[in-house]
């Protein structure tokens, strides 16, 4: 089973500035099936990225995503009010699909 | 439009049964998989397992093997979890969610409003 360790663990920010949020898995996560979810407080996850890079659709441009082997990370170039939330990545190249335990992005 | 509709709140005792419904609409329910995921109160998400209602084939995550059931019916396009006998520890929060393109590997691109379950006694 591969583990997912997400950092940090919370993020305390501005709106306007940059965040950066890492998630390194325990073994190579194969063809790069790693995605990255955002929930909000008494909301189902909504899915920002796939294939560690592809933007579901909807989603903003200022959210991308990078990464391979092990190491990946979300980015938010320009944080919005509405972009305060958990983060969790995912791989689901194998069975199980585990999830991080989750990055809380916090107002500064 | 696609949807995932699960069934509502349950309150429930301990060692009592327990099924929990998502019924699917608006894409092709037989050819996508469908995955549940559980978050317990101020927790993550965890992966329980997932169900190709096509054929019923089911992948379950260590962690849940043997302690739920995850089943479909895809004559009414829903999929279900399952517990025989039920434990405080259940108490949480239960989401369905979709495979994005309809693969054995994909992430999942649409979600159940969630159905909390409440053991106790």
């Known amino acids: 089973e591969i583990v997912l360790a997400q950092s940090p663990g919370t993020l305390s920010l501005s709106p306007g500035e940059r965040a950066t949020l890492s998630c390194r898995a325990s073994?190579?996560?194969?063809?790069?099936?790693l995605a990255w979810y955002q929930q909000k407080p008494g909301q189902a996850p909504r899915l920002l990225i796939y294939g560690a890079s592809s933007r579901a659709t909807g989603i903003p441009d200022r959210f991308s995503g990078s990464g391979s082997g092990t190491d990946f990370t979300l980015t938010i170039s320009r944080l919005e009010p509405e972009d305060f939330a958990v983060y969790y990545c995912q791989h689901y190249g194998i069975s199980p699909g585990t999830f991080g335990q989750g990055t809380k992005v916090e107002v500064k | 439009e696609v949807q995932l509709v699960q069934s509502g709140a349950e309150v429930k005792k301990p060692g009592e049964s327990l099924k929990i419904s998502c019924k699917g609409s608006g894409y092709s329910f037989t050819t996508y998989w469908i995955g549940w995921v559980r978050q317990l109160p101020g927790k993550g998400l965890e992966w329980m397992g997932i169900?190709?209602?096509?054929?019923?084939?089911?992948r379950y995550s260590p962690s849940f093997q043997g302690q739920v059931t995850i089943s479909a019916d895809k004559s009414i396009s829903t999929a279900y979890l399952q517990w025989s006998s039920l434990k405080a520890s259940d108490t949480a929060m239960y989401y369905c969610a979709r495979h994005r393109g309809g693969t054995y590997r994909g992430a999942f691109d649409y979600w159940g409003q969630g159905t909390v379950v409440t053991v106790s006694s």
């Open positions: 073994q190579s996560v194969s063809s790069s099936y």
């Open positions: 169900i190709y209602p096509g054929d019923s084939d089911t």
